[in-house]
């Protein structure tokens, strides 16, 4: 029988950034809430082996690297093979610990209750916590949130060993920084790891079965990322499908590609992708089944085909994103306790903390031409920003693509220093549906990187008014003709 006290209006599974804000939302709906976490802390896969982490290693490689780039290449640095990834990370045990001390306040603030251990389905309204020492637990609850995140994928074909051959999760825990290492994808986390190896002074080896990397964004912007990998000494291998990996018993991972190549390194990493959470769960006993790409299927409410469970964060699959989960987490509890929430936002940007670093929002120049018929491009290189030079920034570009009569603003993409904090200036525009216009007569601060915008949008202008001078003298010699 199940004590009183062990019934609850929510029960969140996961306390990442999906269940942490579907549980605070939840609680500031007067709900009784408990948030189960198979871990000791709180934080999810974000804080331990995801964002936070290897964001944490790339600013210290800015860090470092920004020495040598200010100061006009008088501070070298060269790898050291002593040298401790550790080292290299002291402030990540602080940063995770501010992040998790953070969490755990804004859930003890809401009276968010917390067990620790392993969640799955006993029937549609019941849900066993198997704890840490092996005892269980059964809890009744109205709402249950599914929040479990993702795992990386690891193909059949590769033994990841964690040592040699590492993933996403345990590409951290290596002690020394490797002199080389392969990278398996051409992925977001395969780029991000990649650039962060190579700027620390790894040879670093990028194989992807795709032609270049990150095949989803605008190609001026992957050409910015590749051609600073490569002056890093970065070397990308696309059109490669691998065979196999393995550990060659010494000193090497090994590289089997299909034409026979074999690739050698001091370590290995395989970024191929990641899969939900959800098999341990045993979802059928209440009454789901997952997709074949294993996600659970939810609406845009993130209600599932059980509708007082939700589901939110990777288990729902693209675009998988810790800033997309909690916004996810949020709109789930508004649902449920308003019996509304507004509209999903489309709109979601994109950063990709390579280095340089990327964002993007809105369409692409490829999506606008395939929706309406044309577009027209303002671009700026940042070597013509004042403020890029001063910050020894100089390689990237900004990118506004408009309507095809330089009018609308429909997509903002950039590569280069700030990006990622730069791409919401360009996503509240084309959330207010600004025109071009109000960037070109807007006076922006100088010297920022902001001024970009302003610049870009001139282009588009000039351009505009090209266009005009064109057609109308089209137009005039049709006149004259007829
Ligand atoms: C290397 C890397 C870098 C990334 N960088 C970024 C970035 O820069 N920006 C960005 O927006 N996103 C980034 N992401 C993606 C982001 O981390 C995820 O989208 C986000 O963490 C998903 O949140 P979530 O709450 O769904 O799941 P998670 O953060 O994965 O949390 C799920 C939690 O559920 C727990 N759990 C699982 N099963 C059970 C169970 N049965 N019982 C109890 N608890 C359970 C897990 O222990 C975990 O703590 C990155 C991911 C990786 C791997
Ligand atoms: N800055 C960020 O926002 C950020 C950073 C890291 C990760 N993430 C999120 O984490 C998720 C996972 O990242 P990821 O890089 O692992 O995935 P991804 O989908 O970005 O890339 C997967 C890579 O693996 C390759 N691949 C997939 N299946 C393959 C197969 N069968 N054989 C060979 N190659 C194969 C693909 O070609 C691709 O290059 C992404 O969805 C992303 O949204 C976000």
């Known amino acids: 029988m199940i004590a009183a006290n062990d019934h609850y209006d929510v029960v969140v599974i996961g306390s990442g950034p999906a269940g942490q804000n579907a549980a605070i939302e939840a609680a500031n709906h007067g709900a009784r809430v408990l948030i189960v976490e198979r871990e000791k802390q709180v934080g999810g896969a974000c804080v331990q082996y995801g964002t936070i982490p290897s964001k944490t290693l790339r600013e210290t490689a800015l860090t470092l690297t920004a020495f040598r780039r200010r100061s006009g290449g008088v501070y070298e640095i060269s790898h050291d093979s002593q040298l401790s990834i550790s080292s290299l990370m ?105 650039a962060t190896f190579a700027s620390l002074g790894v040879k670093v080896t990028m194989v992807d079965k795709w032609p270049s990397p990150l095949g989803f964004l605008d190609s001026d912007l992957v050409e910015v990322f590749v051609d600073h990998f490569r002056s890093n000494g970065g070397e990308f291998r696309g059109n490669c499908d691998v065979s196999s990996i393995d550990w060659d ?88 306790f308003s019996g509304s929430s507004e509209a999903s936002s489309t709109l979601i940007p994109s950063g990709i903390y390579t280095i340089p670093e990327m964002a993007t929002v809105g369409l692409t120049e490829k999506e606008v031409i395939a929706e309406h018929g044309g577009a027209m491009v303002g671009k700026v290189d940042f070597s013509r920003l004042a403020r890029a030079h001063i910050m020894a920034s100089s390689s990237g570009i900004l990118k506004l693509v408009a309507d095809p009569q330089g009018q609308r603003l429909l997509g903002v993409q950039i590569a280069g220093d700030g990006a990622t904090e730069l791409v919401h200036l360009g996503q509240m525009a084309l959330l207010n549906n600004m025109t071009v216009d109000t960037f070109a007569t807007t006076v922006f601060n100088f010297p920022t990187m902001a001024e970009g915008y302003r610049l870009a949008a001139l282009d588009i202008i000039y351009r505009r008014d090209k266009h005009k001078e064109a057609t109308t003298v089209d137009r005039q010699t049709e006149l004259q003709l007829s």
């Not at 299927?297 to 997309?324: E, K």
């Open 90 to 194: 002291t402030r990540l045990d602080e940063v995770v610990q501010a992040h998790q001390n953070a969490t755990q306040q804004c859930l003890e603030m809401a009276n968010v209750e917390r067990a620790q251990g392993r969640a799955s389905f006993v029937s549609t309204h019941e849900i066993a916590i198997k704890g840490v020492t092996g005892e269980t637990r059964t809890v009744t609850t109205q709402y249950a949130v599914i929040a479990t995140g993702s795992r990386p994928r690891n193909p059949s074909n590769v033994d990841v060993d964690h040592e040699n051959i590492l993933d996403s999760d345990s590409v951290l825990s290596m002690t020394y920084l490797p002199r080389s290492i392969v990278v398996l994808g051409g992925g977001v986390i395969a780029c991000e790891y990649a």
């Open 249 to 336: 018993g010494i000193s090497s991972a090994r590289v089997f590609c299909n034409d026979g190549e074999v690739l050698t390194a001091d370590k290995a990493l395989v970024a191929q992708g990641r899969v939900a959470n959800v098999e341990s769960l045993n979802i059928e006993k209440a009454g789901l089944k997952s997709t074949v790409r294993g996600l659970l299927a939810v609406n845009g409410h993130c209600q599932t085909d059980v509708p007082h469970i939700y589901a939110v964060g990777d288990t729902i699959g693209p675009p998988a994103l810790a800033s997309a989960s909690m916004e996810q987490g949020r709109r789930a509890m508004c649902h449920a």
